[in-house]
């Protein structure tokens, strides 16, 4: 007698997963491992919220080839170790179909071991250049690389014809990959650096570094780092009376950075996406009814956009047209059709990717923008 | 009779992947709970048997790690002749800091650890040229064990198992003999080990690089299996998770813990569910286990189902 209940219980899971397999069209898995909580979570949020987002609204509308998609996501809290796990998680355990995810450099390269291995399409919302260079079979990429910004502000630079600078960045692992770029990029655009300072992430106050870039001949500043600390380093330049020009990188193209600079961020120039500048494109832009209508979707559920939630439109959307050109989910033709993707107008520019180039962005994804009364300006 | 316990962990050991085949939580999972096993049995030795605490036992396993990573990638050698080298670094390591640190009791030991193990993460993150920096080394090549490339979840869960069974093999040895009962001695009363006749600093020094032997030689299995390193693996919340597991599952006790490393591992996994409230159950958890078991998960466990079974017993 004791024993009934637990036999019911097992017959009615037993009957409700027969149930669920047979009823259902077959769901197309997209798995998913970002940055929620953590210092990065200014990046995996926005991102998150709007995969949540589009994969409502796709199901909202039949679905892809009418089978629904669901959404598997794990919070690695920017911990390169919990990331790999979680991979393997989504592929062995959640049987995903394909991985859009890596809000950060770090989770991105250290997932991609087990990607190339297990063979699944991953279509990363990071920014190293390493994540794609060497090309790697399975791995794309769609946000802007840190070698595109250290071009962008380099030919600013050209433009503005100064040749010399100091760098200041900080000791992460965006900075740092910033950092080099910019020193293997210095001498093609003709740049002389003549300060490389450095802080720790968590410094309250950089005014001893750049009292040293102070006493150079540098003739801008650039300070390449995401987070807080680029505030700081623009509000110790102000303090300091330093009125050389200032880049900073587009870690900080975010509303959060002018509230933190204040007064100290006017004329700050960076490379940023276009999302922060949507409104005043021009018309005859291609990507600003894609931007306008991106922004609108967002901010109506969560108030403002910011640009690294574009970066998770377009890895979501890169992912799910090719999943829909390859007419199923089979890996390695879904693979395909994304290595295919050509003039997609996504939030971060105009996707033409190659077998040799697997994140398809110009330079022009990119605007260089001032930071004006408060606001962005575009400076081209 | 001694190894009851240890036939018991190899037969379970063999077992799971035979009864639940390409499971997920076996293999994957498996692999994850078994190297924290070795770290955490080796670092018993230390904490649980000689009373001593570190705080920064991830840096040994970092400096497996790392050893593995850099000489597989960056100059070609053979991954045993790397996992020898790592090895022989870390051992040499701890030998060299036994002497000074071990001197250290209490609070002054736990800080002068932390202090290791933070240095030598910052060279992890600041060491570019070497390291690769906070961004790690990728591309690390599979582990070749004579020919035979561990090339699968499946083979890795049996290179691990073995492995791990070795390491609790060595440990419930080391503790039952000579040096076992010095460190045990060495706990209850230093002074009193030493008008005993043991030689206290070398009894310590020993532990102390068997545990960092331990934690490197599971370092070097990580980065192969991983095939990445990165200095996020080997940071202060490591070194802490790895204490935690000790004492979890009970101190002085190898199966002890090697269950609070099995718990924990468990743990993090099952728990990933609850997404925001993942820490909050975590720590509840802990404190829970720390107020109603305080010998410990393992020990708290097995007495209260010895309790239970005279209960039922008596009854009948």
């Not at chain 1, 991102?47 to 039949?62: F, M, P």
């Not at chain 1, 992430?201 to 040293?212: S, V």
């Not at chain 2, 692999?31 to 048997?49: E, F, K, P, T």
């Not at chain 2, 499946?154 to 198992?161: A, K, S």
Request: glycine share 12%; hydrophobic share 50%.
């Amino acid at each position: 007698m004791n024993k009934q209940p637990w036999k019911i219980i097992v017959a009615a899971i037993l009957l409700s997963t027969g149930l669920n397999s047979a009823q259902a069209a077959d769901p197309i898995k997209i798995g998913s491992f970002l940055t929620v909580t953590g210092p990065a979570s200014f990046l995996g949020d926005p991102e998150l919220k709007t995969l949540q987002l589009y994969v409502e609204s796709i199901n909202a509308g039949g679905g892809i080839n009418g089978r629904p998609v669901e959404l598997i996501h794990y919070d690695t809290g920017g911990k390169a170790q919990d990331a790999v796990g979680f991979v393997k998680r989504l592929i062995k355990n959640d049987n995903v179909d394909l991985i859009v995810g890596g809000t950060t450099s770090g989770d991105t390269l250290a997932a991609i071991p087990e990607v190339e291995k297990e063979g699944i399409p991953l279509v990363s919302l990071a920014g190293a250049v390493d994540i794609v260079e060497p090309v790697k079979k399975w791995v794309f990429k769609v946000a802007h690389s840190d070698r595109m910004a250290a071009a962008k502000i380099f030919e600013d630079l050209r433009k503005r014809k100064l040749t010399k600078v100091a760098l200041i960045t900080g000791d992460g692992g965006f900075d740092k990959s910033g950092r080099e770029q910019l020193l293997k990029l210095a001498p093609e655009y003709g740049i002389t650096i003549v300060a490389d300072e450095s802080y720790g992430n968590k410094d309250t106050d950089i005014t001893a570094q750049l009292t040293k870039i102070r006493a150079t001949d540098a003739q801008a500043i650039i300070n390449f780092g995401f987070g807080q600390t680029p505030a700081i380093v623009t509000k110790n330049i102000k303090q300091l009376g330093i009125k050389l020009p200032v880049y900073q990188s587009h870690g900080v193209a975010s509303k959060t950075f002018i509230d933190l600079a204040g007064d100290a961020a006017e004329g700050v120039r960076l490379p940023a996406a276009a999302l922060v500048v949507a409104e005043q494109l021009p018309d005859s832009d291609p990507q600003k009814p894609v931007l306008l209508a991106y922004k609108k979707q967002y901010e109506a559920k969560y108030g403002p956009v910011s640009t690294f939630g574009g970066h998770a439109y377009d890895g979501l959307f890169i992912a799910v047209e090719a999943v829909k050109r390859a007419g199923g989910t089979d890996k390695a033709k879904v693979r395909d059709q994304i290595e295919k993707t050509k003039g997609f107008i996504g939030a971060s520019g105009v996707f033409n990717m190659t077998p040799e180039d697997h994140m398809g962005l110009n330079l022009d994804a990119f605007k260089m923008v001032e930071i004006h009364n408060g606001g962005w300006k575009i400076v081209e | 009779m001694r190894l009851t316990g240890f036939y018991a962990l190899a037969l379970v050991a063999g077992l799971l992947p035979v009864l639940f085949p390409g499971n997920y939580f076996i293999t994957v999972v498996g692999i994850a709970a078994g190297l924290n096993v070795i770290l955490a049995v080796g670092l018993n030795l230390l904490i649980g048997y000689a009373g001593q605490i570190s705080l920064g036992h991830a840096a040994f396993f970092g400096m497996g790690a790392y050893a593995s990573a850099i000489l597989t990638t960056r100059y070609a050698f053979p991954p045993l002749l790397a996992l020898s080298a790592g090895l022989i670094s870390a051992g040499l390591m701890a030998w060299g800091l036994a002497r000074p640190i071990l001197r250290l009791h209490g609070h002054y030991l736990a800080m002068a650890t932390l202090g290791f193990g933070i240095i030598i993460h910052v060279i992890m993150v600041q060491a570019t040229g070497w390291t690769g920096g906070p961004d790690g080394l990728t591309g690390i090549p599979l582990l070749v064990l004579f020919g035979w490339a561990v090339d699968s979840d499946q083979r890795w869960y049996f290179v691990i198992m073995a492995t791990m069974l070795l390491a609790v093999w060595l440990a419930l040895n080391l503790v039952d003999s000579r040096i076992g009962r010095a460190l045990r001695a060495v706990r209850g009363s230093e002074f009193g080990a030493r008008m005993m006749g043991i030689d206290t600093a070398r009894a310590k020094t020993q532990v102390f690089v068997v545990s960092a032997l331990f934690a490197a030689f599971a370092g070097s299995l990580f980065a192969h299996q991983q095939g990445f390193v990165s200095p996020d693996s080997f940071n202060l919340s490591i070194s802490i998770d790895l204490v935690i597991m000790v004492v979890l599952g009970g101190m002085a006790s190898t199966f002890g813990a090697a269950f609070g490393a099995i718990a924990l591992t468990l743990l993090h996994e099952g728990l990933v569910v609850f997404e925001d409230y993942e820490m909050l159950i975590h720590g509840a958890l802990l404190m829970a286990v720390m107020i109603f078991l305080p010998q410990g998960l393992f020990v708290g466990l097995s007495q209260g189902a010895r309790r239970g079974w005279t209960l039922v017993c008596r009854r009948q």
